[in-house]
Every structure is written in structure tokens, then in C-alpha cells.
């Protein structure tokens, strides 16, 4: 890997956790504003409670003057009864009492009517005092720890801003300019490519782009989102390892690296082996005479895979097992027939024929000394 794509790792690293301390450092007053806004309204509800509270100690108080009032008017009509002359006069003075009386009896009940509603209106009260107690504390211990938690997120952003200095001095300017203004738009300006893809937007990439990031000779751009492209080789290795983990399979893999195939009728040269090999996203064809082991033609590569590339020599061929290096393949079809035999021997290879019963020996004639 380049070192300026390992460096442009590291600060997308910086970048990440540069940002989400920035988002903690702005979310925890959010978070503290939020209870002392629940706090204020736990505040007003109590400060309510409590007005009601002394307005309805006044309207007692009025009562009771009102009562002492009447009650004094009743004292008086009283005394002047003693001194009337006439039965009118006494009369009209009762009534004044009676009048009295009534007035007085109607403030008692209104007065008794106030201190029920004084009583649920203490409890208002007293409820109120203690949410905004517990309010009160929360918020305090809230603060603290925002307090807290910002100081070392601050901390850790001086520190992470300085390493992201360092990295960015580190890398390449063209590059970096690059990869700041992808990642301005974006989000993230490096991507890995994995399996012929861009990780990041999941588009193919043609196989020129993808080998050119395998080697890692000079940066590569994602065609479609212009991503910074690098190839992890563990990332590649982790991934093939469950597939050679699993058991045997009967049939050969399809996309397999190297793959061989049969033709009873093959132009002049009749029965053939065809041997084809997927590299960078080309492929190569080997055909080779199966009775006596000799390379048939030159060396045929065609860009893509070879289903596609080669589809003509698929069209009737018979699917078989085998794999070879490539060197021993070169020797194999420039050699003589019998330094042929001889190689075919130590390089032990094995043909099994997919889905047919046949074997060597009967349906193919085989090359003489080959163990099957
Ligand atoms: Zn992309």
C-alpha cells in the first residue's frame, strides 16, 4: 500500500472521530437546556399553586371581616329593639337581624368552601416543591457531567486535530486536495475496492482501474463517486479463507481461477483439453491434443472471463477437474511426448469427469503414465 493512501487512512480515521466528538461537544447543552426547560415549567406550576394558595387566604379574610361586620349590626339592632315604641318599628329591626343572619351563615359556608380548596391547593404546592427538588438535582449532576465529558472531549479534538495536522503533511498535496473535496461533498473521500466493486458507492470497477489498485503502484479514483481507491490484501485473504474452509464440493467452482474442459471434435486437432485461466480480469486459453499432451495453437487472451470471452470453445466441451501451475503448463505443451510423460507424472494431476461415469482408460485414451 502507497504511503500516502496508508496516511489518508489514518486522517479519515481522525476525520471520523474529529466529528463525532464535535457532535458530542455541541449535543450535551442541548441536553442540559432540555431538563431546564422541563425545570421551568415544574417552576411556574408551582409558583401557580402558590398564588392560588394566598388568593384564597385573602377571600378568607374578607369572609371574616364581612362576618365581624354583620355580627356588630346584629349587636346594635339588638340594643335599639329595647327602646322601639311601636310593633312596626320592632318588626322592621328583626328583620334587619334575620337579614343579618342569612348574610353571615352564607360567608361561613363560602369560608369553608376556601379552605377545602386551600387544602388540595397545598398539596399542589408541596408536590411541585418536590419534583423541582429532584429536578433540580438532576440538572446539577447533568451539568456536571457535561462539564466533565466536554473538558475531555476537548482534549481528545486537540489531540486529534494535531494528528490530522501531522497527517496531512504527510501526504501528497494534489492528493489531499483530492481527497478533502470528496469528503466535503461525501462524507468520506477514501474507499476500499473489494471483489472488482467500490466498497463505498458499490459500483464495478473495470478491471484495469481494479488491478491498478491491487498493485497499489500510484493512487486510483472510483470512476463513479471519485473516492480515493485502496486494496486491503487481508481483506482479500479473510474472505477467500471460509470458502476453502467448506467441504469438498462434487461440481468444480464455475468462476474458479483455472478451469479445464474437454472436446471430442476440436477443428483438425479432434479430441482436446482446453485449459483456461482467469488473471486482472482477463483470460487465457490453453488447448492441448489429448493423445499425445501437445499444446495445439498459440496462447489465446481475451479481456473479461472466459465464459464470456471464449464462448465458441465452451459451446460442446465436457467441464473437468484440474488445476496446474502455469509454469508447468508452459513445459507441458513445448515438451517432446515422452519428457511430456514424464513431467504429467510429477505433477500428479487428476481428471475427473463431471456428472459422467467415465475414466480414463475407457472413454479417454489417456496419457501413459498417469496414475488414476
Ligand atoms: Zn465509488
Known amino acids: 500500500m502507497l504511503p500516502d493512501i496508508e496516511n489518508l487512512l489514518k486522517l479519515q480515521d481522525a476525520d471520523k472521530e474529529i466529528r463525532r466528538l464535535q457532535e458530542e461537544i455541541a449535543e450535551l447543552p442541548k441536553r442540559v437546556a432540555a431538563i431546564e426547560q422541563k425545570l421551568a415549567g415544574t417552576k ?86 418536590a419534583e423541582l427538588k429532584a429536578e433540580t438535582a438532576e440538572i446539577e449532576k447533568e451539568k456536571a457531567d457535561a462539564h466533565q465529558r466536554t473538558g475531555e472531549d476537548q482534549t481528545q479534538l486537540t489531540e486529534w486535530r494535531a494528528q490530522r495536522e501531522q497527517l496531512r503533511g504527510g501526504i501528497d498535496a494534489d492528493l489531499l486536495r483530492h481527497y478533502e473535496r470528496v469528503a466535503k461533498f461525501r462524507g468520506t473521500g477514501i474507499s476500499e475496492a473489494f471483489d472488482h466493486k467500490c466498497t463505498t458507492c458499490q459500483v464495478m470497477l473495470r478491471p484495469q482501474t481494479y488491478n491498478e489498485v491491487r498493485t497499489g503502484q500510484h493512487a486510483v479514483l472510483c470512476d463513479s463517486c471519485q473516492r480515493i481507491l485502496y486494496f486491503n490484501p487481508a481483506h482479500e485473504l479473510a474472505a477467500n479463507k471460509p470458502v476453502a474452509a467448506r467441504p469438498r464440493r462434487h461440481h468444480p467452482k464455475m468462476d474458479a481461477k483455472q478451469a479445464w474442459y474437454y472436446r471430442g471434435e476440436y477443428g483438425e486437432a479432434g479430441e482436446t483439453y482446453l485449459c483456461f485461466i482467469k488473471n486482472q480480469g482477463q483470460s487465457t486459453r490453453r488447448v492441448y491434443d489429448v493423445h ?80 488414476v
Not at 392560588?52 to 355580627?71: M, Y
Not at 334575620?98 to 399542589?124: G, P, S, V
Open 44 to 129: 411556574a406550576q408551582l409558583e401557580r399553586a402558590q398564588a392560588s394558595v394566598k388568593a384564597d387566604e385573602a377571600a378568607r379574610r374578607k369572609q371574616e371581616t364581612f362576618i365581624q361586620d354583620f355580627r356588630g349590626k346584629i349587636s346594635k339592632y339588638r340594643d335599639q329593639s329595647l327602646e322601639v315604641k311601636t310593633n312596626d318599628q320592632y318588626k322592621a329591626l328583626l328583620h334587619e337581624i334575620q337579614f343579618a343572619e342569612k348574610e353571615i351563615a352564607a360567608a361561613e359556608d363560602k369560608i369553608l368552601e376556601l379552605m377545602l380548596n386551600t387544602d388540595a391547593r397545598e398539596k399542589e404546592v408541596k408536590l411541585a416543591q
Open 292 to 371: 499425445n499432451g501437445r499444446q495445439v495453437g498459440d496462447i489465446l487472451i481475451r479481456e473479461g472471463e472466459y465464459h464470456a470471452a471464449f464462448p465458441e470453445d465452451l459451446a460442446d466441451a465436457i467441464r473437468l477437474n484440474g488445476s496446474w501451475d502455469e509454469a508447468d503448463l508452459e513445459a507441458w505443451g513445448a515438451l517432446s511426448k515422452p519428457q511430456a510423460k514424464v513431467l504429467l507424472t510429477t505433477c500428479s494431476i487428476t481428471f475427473v469427469l463431471e456428472g459422467h461415469s467415465l475414466s480414463w482408460g475407457t472413454r479417454f485414451p489417456s496419457f501413459p503414465g498417469v496414475a
